[in-house]
């Protein structure tokens, strides 16, 4: 299956530690997203990359949070010096293009105690 | 600023009933919609997408409409079966930018 994948599945840390998430897209997509998803709601925009270009992110995000996407490749997303309202599920998407349907992985569930 | 509303109470349908789910939006006009499935612990799944262009897609028991007077979508789906319950999103392409914007989601439960 070449499918988007996501690492770690789930996340376990103590406020204040930073962590990093691992997405790895469909080869040939362009477009990544990343979505922050809590129980109940919709998955909730992060930010997107076309090739290795962040084009926008959130304006509900804080300084805390990068992602990155070197060579256009796979793609990490940082939170420093997490707090318990960062935990969800963040999940990752990719698309072949603008317009294309997103391809999401099963995300990663991140509790923050 | 940009909204997209769905049911926000879960929806119960008798199997072998049409499920009829709703997306509604406000504040700009996108290029297209999508809709998308999303089952406990794992990522959404592409369903159908329609162009703005477009008033009605078919997918299987599935069929999406697009009006974009009323600014709204519905998604059918026809002969429901338990298997079809899940959590069912809608997607919108942002306002002057290309981001994908999801709804809140509806929860659909198909009676047996």
């Known amino acids: 299956d070449t499918g988007v994948s996501q690492d770690p599945r789930h996340k376990i840390t103590k406020r204040g530690q930073n962590v990093t998430f691992r997405c790895d897209p469909i080869s040939e997509h362009n477009r990544l997203y990343w979505y922050r998803q809590t129980l109940g709601q919709g998955p909730e925009f992060l930010t997107y990359f076309q090739n290795e270009a962040q084009l926008e992110k959130s304006r509900l995000l804080s300084d805390r949070f990068s992602a990155e996407r070197p060579k256009g490749s796979f793609s990490t997303l940082e939170i420093q010096r997490t707090e318990q309202g960062d935990s969800a599920m963040y999940l990752c998407?990719?698309?072949?293009?603008?317009?294309?349907?997103?391809?999401f992985g099963n995300g990663t569930r991140l509790t923050v105690t | 600023s940009q909204k997209i509303e769905q049911n926000s109470e879960a929806l119960n349908i008798q199997e072998g009933k049409t499920a009829t789910l709703t997306c509604n939006y406000t504040?700009?006009?996108?290029?297209?919609l999508q809709w998308y499935r999303q089952d406990p612990g794992r990522g959404p799944v592409f369903l159908l997408l329609i162009r703005e262009n477009e008033k009605e897609k078919r997918k299987e028991r599935l069929k999406v409409t697009f009006d974009t007077t009323l600014k709204q979508s519905l998604f059918h789906i026809t002969a429901s079966q338990p298997a079809d319950s899940a959590t069912y999103l809608c997607a919108l392409d942002g306002d002057r930018d290309d981001k994908i914007i999801f709804g809140k989601g509806t929860r659909l439960h198909i009676l047996p």
């Open positions: 504040n700009y006009s996108p290029a297209y």
């Open positions: 998407a990719s698309s072949l293009s603008e317009s294309s349907p997103l391809h």
